[in-house]
């Protein structure tokens, strides 16, 4: 074969692989003015998110999302889409959530699936929720009202440290009046517990040292007389950071990572009468 139609076939091969992915960038049947029929949502066993998990998402972000942003807009909002959709021209972007739903859903959390279509102009023009454990579930789950409450974990933690008892007096003072907060509000539908890592160390490591210190604000919040069952705790690990550091040193690395490292308190519920 001569070089010539070495290329050829090389390039063609290249064509078809373009052709294909082109065909899986939609699941749906969607149109260029950003609607769509006979809706198709991914199987949510297919997510690549946060270990294959969903995510429980800032509720507060997910009530600015609006018709006609765009993917950049969408994507400071609530982040990547949450399963594989294709390369080009992509048009709708699918999420796995999670929500804190005492007395209801699976446990006390119902899952749900989220999705965006796009028209031509790449803006986001429809949106649609399925319930993922039980059709009847209501998604999203009704919020009666939303505080959230974003603390550093150093501001609560040693750093590298984790348990109730290495709580310092700044942070049991802040979790203190989120207590009282809750306690003062006429019905608490839910309280989740975000506490998120830095890059630092092991995936494996990360998510193990955020989800031991979600633990302790839950339980710190129940010693303050928050019901455990209205509390869920997660742990991201290092899946959602809000900086990124390439600093040669290490103490300046760990100092530029500090954002990284937080613990989100959301709040849903209905104020005093």
Same mark, same amino acid.
């Given at each position: 074969?001569?070089?010539?139609?070495?290329?050829?076939?090389?390039?063609?091969?290249?064509?078809?692989?373009?052709?294909?992915?082109?065909?899986?960038?939609?699941?749906?049947?969607?149109?260029?003015?950003?609607?769509?029929?006979?809706?198709?949502?991914?199987?949510?066993?297919?997510?690549?998110?946060?270990?294959?998990?969903?995510?429980?998402?800032?509720?507060?972000?997910?009530?600015?999302?609006?018709?006609?942003?765009?993917?950049?807009?969408?994507?400071?909002?609530?982040?990547?889409?949450?399963?594989?959709?294709?390369?080009?021209?992509?048009?709708?972007?699918?999420?796995?959530?999670?929500?804190?739903?005492?007395?209801?859903?699976?446990? $006390? @959390?119902?899952?749900? &699936?989220?999705?965006?279509?796009? *028209?031509?102009?790449?803006? #986001?023009?429809?949106?649609?929720?399925? =319930?993922?454990?039980?059709?009847?579930?209501?998604?999203?789950?009704?919020?009666?009202?939303?505080?959230?409450?974003?603390?550093?974990?150093?501001?609560?933690?040693?750093?590298?440290?984790?348990?109730?008892?290495?709580?310092?007096?700044?942070?049991?003072?802040?979790?203190?009046?989120?207590?009282?907060?809750?306690?003062?509000?006429?019905?608490?539908?839910?309280?989740?517990?975000?506490?998120?890592?830095?890059?630092?160390?092991?995936?494996?490591?990360?998510?193990?040292?955020?989800?031991?210190?979600?633990?302790?604000?839950?339980?710190?919040?129940?010693?303050?007389?928050?019901?455990?069952?209205?509390?869920?705790?997660? $742990? @991201?690990?290092?899946? &959602?950071?809000?900086?990124?550091? *390439?600093?040669?040193?290490? #103490?300046?690395?760990?100092?530029?990572? =500090?954002?990284?490292?937080?613990?989100?308190?959301?709040?849903?519920?209905?104020?005093?009468?």
């Amino acid at each position: 074969m001569t070089q010539f139609m070495k290329k050829a076939a090389l390039f063609a091969s290249l064509g078809s692989v373009l052709a294909l992915t082109a065909c899986t960038s939609t699941i749906s049947d969607v149109k260029s003015d950003g609607t769509a029929e006979n809706i198709t949502f991914p199987d949510p066993k297919n997510v690549i998110m946060d270990n294959g998990q969903g995510i429980y998402p800032n509720l507060q972000s997910l009530t600015l999302i609006q018709d006609g942003m765009t993917k950049s807009q969408i994507q400071e909002l609530i982040g990547h889409p949450h399963f594989r959709e294709g390369m080009f021209a992509v048009r709708e972007w699918d999420y796995l959530f999670h929500f804190t739903t005492p007395g209801r859903g699976v446990n $006390g @959390v119902t899952t749900c &699936q989220f999705k965006i279509i796009y *028209d031509s102009d790449v803006k #986001a023009r429809s949106f649609f929720w399925k =319930a993922v454990d039980n059709e009847t579930d209501v998604c999203p789950p009704p919020i009666h009202g939303l505080e959230s409450y974003q603390l550093s974990a150093d501001g609560l933690f040693a750093f590298n440290r984790s348990g109730i008892n290495d709580l310092n007096p700044e942070g049991r003072q802040n979790l203190q009046t989120i207590a009282e907060r809750i306690r003062a509000l006429e019905s608490v539908d839910g309280v989740t517990v975000q506490a998120h890592a830095d890059r630092l160390g092991s995936a494996a490591y990360n998510q193990q040292l955020s989800q031991r210190r979600a633990n302790s604000v839950k339980n710190y919040l129940v010693a303050q007389g928050v019901p455990a069952n209205l509390i869920n705790a997660v $742990g @991201v690990g290092s899946a &959602q950071p809000v900086v990124q550091c *390439d600093n040669a040193n290490r #103490a300046e690395l760990i100092r530029c990572l =500090a954002p990284n490292r937080r613990v989100e308190v959301q709040i849903t519920g209905q104020a005093p009468k």
